[in-house]
């Protein structure tokens, strides 16, 4: 029984090996675009929301 090691680098030749170009494309837009939201939106109940997604995904941020 070989044991293997589960690291970034196989994660990340995994996903190459799995994932279209569209499917990682369509990842990078969505990531991108939530990133933006989280960073710029300032309208009080909007960022109050992201606020608590940011924490509910485990994301600290103070």
Not at 32 to 40: D, I, K, S, T
Not at 52 to 60: C, K, L, Q, S, Y
């Given at each position: 029984m070989a044991a293997t090691t589960d690291t970034v680098h196989g994660r990340i030749e995994g996903v190459?090996?799995?994932?279209t170009p569209t499917q990682l494309a369509v990842?990078?837009?969505l990531v991108a675009a939530l990133g933006f939201a989280l960073l710029f939106v300032q309208e009080p109940m909007l960022h109050d929301s992201m606020h608590n997604f940011r924490h509910a995904a485990g994301i600290t941020c103070h």
């Amino acid at each position: 029984m070989a044991a293997t090691t589960d690291t970034v680098h196989g994660r990340i030749e995994g996903v190459r090996i799995e994932l279209t170009p569209t499917q990682l494309a369509v990842g990078l837009a969505l990531v991108a675009a939530l990133g933006f939201a989280l960073l710029f939106v300032q309208e009080p109940m909007l960022h109050d929301s992201m606020h608590n997604f940011r924490h509910a995904a485990g994301i600290t941020c103070h």
